[in-house]
């Protein structure tokens, strides 16, 4: 059982920056790929960011690439969402998540995941 809590959302203005975070209970923090995904009113949830149990390797979605950078510290239990050069259509409730699963492109899909915060709010103004 893994139970994340997701922090460091807010308003900000276009082109600036956030560092979310996400912190995992538990032992076994580092057996698991984690994720990052958003959802924006009226959407449905999409995939944003992976990454593997090590960090050794990282999946994004096309739209953040080059913007935004998922780490992790298996240390302090906690995955990261770094997002830089922040635009309007960055507005969502963000999410991470935990699967067991290796990280593979499959887990671009909310539904490999088993374990989910309860988000956090980020709102870019234009």
């Known amino acids: 059982q893994v139970q994340l809590v997701e922090s460091g959302g807010g308003l900000v203005q276009a082109g600036g920056s956030l560092r979310l975070s996400c912190a995992a209970s538990?032992?076994?923090?580092?057996?698991?790929?984690m994720g990052w995904f958003r959802q924006a009113p009226g959407k449905e949830r999409e995939f944003v960011a992976a990454i593997s149990w090590s960090g050794g390797s990282t999946y994004y979605a096309d739209s953040v690439k080059g913007r935004f950078t998922i780490s992790r510290d298996n240390a302090k239990n906690t995955v990261y969402l770094q997002m830089n050069r922040l635009k309007p259509e960055d507005t969502a409730v963000y999410y991470c998540?935990?699967?067991?699963?290796?990280?593979?492109?499959?887990?671009?899909?909310?539904?490999?995941?088993?374990?989910w915060g309860q988000g956090t709010q980020v709102t870019v103004s234009s």
């Open positions: 998540a935990a699967t067991g699963r290796f990280l593979s492109n499959w887990l671009r899909s909310p539904s490999e995941y088993a374990y």
């Open positions: 538990g032992r076994t923090f580092s057996s698991y790929s």
